[in-house]
């Protein structure tokens, strides 16, 4: 019997687009032209071509959203109980299952990934809705003890208004787990997605409002970083940005926001280590290693894309890892194939340049180490699963952010070295271990400079564990109820009582 998405893929293979896919900005609860009248296209990656236009905006669209969310700062949104804040979280995270599949198919058809993938995504979306409407009549305060005839207190209150920039990786992912925390402490919020996925940001804004989300509250405005992230960051009236992307940008950001001395958390990559040791599961860690690199085509921020391995198992985990690499499929993302293409034809040459010029090194490809198009119809933007062996520690395959499906292998003597080697680059943002022993697994994750540390498991937790970098990938933290404190300002109250 054909699902949802079924019928949804079938509609778009037969059309070549789906209907009723939003166009405008969504702003003070309402879909709005750009002041300019000006579109852009989004494309699906999997067949390499424009499928929708949408809104390209500027800075009096910018405008307009942030004006809106202030104004929302001081109505009815103020004035709802935390429980009720939680209520309107609780009942867009029902509303998502609902349109998982709507959603799931215009995820896939944005970013290129497969629809299981997407799919994930979306159910983690409202997952992470359903956890921070639990933390929001929870975000504890403190009370001190100043002494028989005084109170002491603080008060947890929303920042203001929050910029949100959005990758083009995990679209619906990345904007649930930054505004509904915003959403929970009783922020508002002005998000902007990647100019190539900005579709489900849009669907979930409007969700939002028919959960209860008074107007004005979650405004997405969409168009092009120059012009509608730059004005947004910047904005004098924006009290936090959160940002997921490049060093680069990311660095530009926070220029811009110190300008107006606004709070920031970055999220801005790595080059996360996975260590194997010879003591390993080493079933276990295969499975690890091919999904930490090869899931969403390795365009993940926290892809396991250095594999450092014991000497002593090197060549057995080589030879799994290439003989499964080889075997796996590439195709269109609402085929459902076991990797989806790439997500633009500028990040296919990207890593081509990469790998061809490991090549030119004298790297020894292992597996993959081409571009290629769906083997259905040849067309989009695809890399083949590769792995490179034995990389120096000094390589621009080991120092750099691939943003791809490349596995670059290390190999280290010991334990000490294997720390030495996963500290060795300028990111910090997670890394596994593969050990049967449990205390070198924690004092291997001790010494590891990372944000988060899996053990035995890649990409283990959820929406509870916190997530974030340290060195050049960033700081704050998302998840958790740490995220919460990022959108949140600490007023102390000192009361002398005595009569």
């Known amino acids: 019997m054909s699902t949802d998405?079924?019928?949804?893929?079938?509609?778009?293979?037969?059309?070549?687009?789906?209907?009723?896919?939003?166009?405008?900005?969504?702003?003070?609860?309402?879909?709005?032209?750009s002041a300019s009248g000006d579109k852009m296209e989004t494309f699906d990656p999997g067949l390499g071509r424009a499928f929708h236009s949408f809104a390209a905006g500027g800075q009096s669209d910018v405008e307009a959203a942030v004006e809106a969310a202030r104004r929302a700062l001081g109505g009815p949104w103020r004035r709802l109980r935390p429980e009720e804040r939680g209520a309107?979280?609780?009942?867009?995270?029902?509303?998502?299952?609902?349109?998982?599949?709507?959603?799931?198919?215009?995820?896939?058809?944005?970013?290129?990934?497969?629809?299981?993938?997407?799919?994930s995504d979306v159910a983690g979306a409202a997952r992470c809705f359903e956890f921070y409407a639990g933390a929001a009549d929870k975000d504890i305060a403190d009370s001190f003890p100043l002494g028989p005839d005084y109170l002491g207190y603080t008060v947890n209150e929303p920042v203001g208004v929050t910029a949100h920039i959005i990758p083009w990786n995990f679209p619906l992912s990345t904007i649930a787990r930054g505004i509904a925390p915003a959403l929970a402490v009783g922020c508002t919020v002005v998000?902007?997605?990647?100019?190539?996925?900005?579709?489900?940001a849009l669907l979930l804004a409007e969700i939002l409002l028919q959960a209860g989300l008074p107007a004005g509250v979650c405004n997405v405005v969409t168009g092009t970083g120059a012009s509608a992230g730059v004005?947004?960051?910047?904005?004098?009236?924006?009290?936090?940005?959160?940002?997921?992307?490049?060093?680069?940008?990311?660095?530009?950001?926070?220029?811009?926001?110190?300008?107006?001395?606004?709070?920031?958390?970055?999220?801005?990559?790595?080059?996360?280590p996975i260590l194997v040791m010879a003591d390993a599961d080493l079933d276990a860690a295969v499975e690890g290693v091919l999904g930490g690199i090869y899931e969403n085509a390795g365009q993940i921020c926290s892809a396991g894309s250095r594999l450092v391995v014991e000497r002593v198992v090197h060549a057995e985990m080589v030879g799994r890892l290439?003989?499964?690499?080889?075997?796996?499929?590439?195709?269109?993302?609402?085929?459902?194939?076991?990797?989806?293409?790439?997500?633009?034809?500028?990040?296919?040459?990207?890593?081509?340049?990469y790998v061809n010029g490991a090549k030119s090194r004298g790297i020894v490809v292992a597996a993959g180490g081409s571009s290629a198009t769906d083997a259905?119809?040849?067309?989009?933007?695809?890399?083949?699963?590769?792995?490179?062996?034995?990389?120096?520690?000094?390589?621009?395959?080991?120092?750099?952010e691939i943003f791809g499906p490349v596995l670059s292998?290390?190999?280290?003597?010991?334990?000490?070295?294997?720390?030495?080697?996963?500290?060795?680059?300028?990111?910090?943002?997670?890394?596994?271990?593969?050990?049967?022993?449990?205390?070198?697994?924690?004092?291997?994750?001790?010494?590891?400079?990372?944000?988060?540390?899996?053990?035995?498991?890649?990409?283990?937790?959820?929406?509870?564990?916190?997530?974030?970098?340290?060195?050049?990938?960033g700081f704050g933290r998302e998840?958790?109820?740490?995220?919460?404190?990022?959108?949140s300002k600490i007023k102390s109250v000192a009361a002398r009582i005595k009569d």
């Open 5 to 33: 998405a079924d019928l949804l893929a079938a509609e778009y293979f037969r059309t070549g687009t789906l209907g009723g896919l939003p166009d405008r900005h969504f702003i003070d609860g309402q879909w709005q032209a």
């Open 88 to 119: 309107i979280l609780a009942r867009a995270a029902a509303l998502i299952r609902e349109n998982s599949s709507r959603l799931s198919v215009i995820e896939c058809l944005d970013s290129g990934k497969p629809l299981q993938e997407a799919e």
């Open 191 to 200: 998000a902007k997605p990647a100019e190539q996925t900005p579709l489900t």
């Open 231 to 272: 004005p947004l960051v910047s904005h004098r009236h924006v009290r936090h940005v959160t940002f997921t992307g490049s060093v680069p940008t990311g660095v530009a950001v926070m220029q811009a926001a110190a300008r107006n001395i606004t709070s920031v958390v970055l999220e801005l990559g790595g080059k996360s």
């Open 322 to 353: 290439a003989a499964r690499a080889q075997q796996i499929t590439l195709g269109h993302g609402l085929r459902r194939p076991q990797i989806g293409p790439v997500n633009s034809l500028a990040q296919q040459n990207k890593i081509a340049d």
């Open 376 to 400: 259905e119809t040849g067309k989009g933007w695809f890399y083949r699963p590769t792995i490179l062996d034995q990389v120096p520690a000094a390589d621009a395959v080991i120092q750099e």
């Open 409 to 473: 292998i290390q190999v280290v003597e010991g334990e000490d070295e294997a720390v030495a080697v996963a500290n060795d680059t300028p990111f910090g943002l997670v890394a596994g271990i593969y050990t049967r022993d449990f205390a070198r697994a924690h004092r291997m994750a001790r010494d590891i400079d990372a944000g988060q540390i899996y053990i035995n498991e890649y990409f283990a937790g959820g929406i509870q564990v916190p997530f974030g970098g340290n060195k050049m990938s």
């Open 479 to 487: 998840k958790g109820m740490a995220a919460l404190r990022s959108y």
